[in-house]
């Protein structure tokens, strides 16, 4: 589903990861590793196909936001896919346990919200 020079970002890191490979191994080893439970939401982002994406809270019993996943098509391939995280990540380990973190409710507002996406799915 992806391009061969696929970009993938979470404004505002600076960070990104960019070509098939790299965005690969950034998958495998960090969201899609297994260690998290996921649920996805799709809507629109400024005429864009984006997804809502939800992380599993264990103390909640539910899924509550994670990101706002806009994606760019070249075709019928995603060419990049922008990611807005809601959830803090300024803490002593970074961004190693990012999805563990609760979301920061003024994110959720701007983000989810504004876009008709529910705060948690269960």
Same mark, same amino acid.
């Given at each position: 589903? *992806?391009? /061969?020079?696929?970009?993938?970002?979470? &404004?505002? =890191?600076?960070?990104?990861?960019?070509?098939?490979?790299?965005?690969?191994?950034? =998958?495998? @080893?960090?969201?899609?590793?297994?260690?998290?439970?996921?649920? $996805?939401?799709? #809507?629109?982002?400024?005429? /864009?196909?984006?997804?809502? #994406?939800? @992380?599993?809270? %264990? $103390? %909640?019993?539910? $899924?509550? &936001? +994670?990101?706002?996943?806009? =994606? #760019? *098509?070249?075709?019928?391939?995603?060419?990049?896919? @922008?990611? +807005?995280?809601?959830?803090?990540?300024? @803490? %002593?380990?970074?961004?190693?346990?990012?999805?563990?973190?609760?979301?920061?409710?003024?994110?959720?507002?701007?983000?989810?919200?504004?876009?008709? =996406?529910?705060?948690?799915?269960?």
């Amino acid at each position: 589903m *992806l391009t /061969q020079d696929v970009a993938w970002s979470m &404004p505002p =890191l600076a960070s990104w990861y960019g070509g098939i490979d790299e965005v690969e191994v950034f =998958l495998r @080893t960090k969201p899609l590793s297994g260690e998290w439970r996921w649920r $996805h939401r799709p #809507t629109i982002s400024n005429g /864009q196909l984006a997804v809502g #994406t939800y @992380t599993w809270m %264990e $103390h %909640e019993n539910t $899924h509550r &936001p +994670f990101s706002l996943d806009v =994606l #760019t *098509l070249q075709g019928d391939r995603i060419r990049e896919v @922008t990611a +807005f995280v809601v959830r803090p990540a300024d @803490t %002593e380990d970074g961004y190693s346990r990012w999805p563990d973190r609760a979301a920061d409710p003024r994110r959720v507002e701007a983000v989810f919200r504004r876009f008709g =996406l529910p705060d948690r799915v269960d």
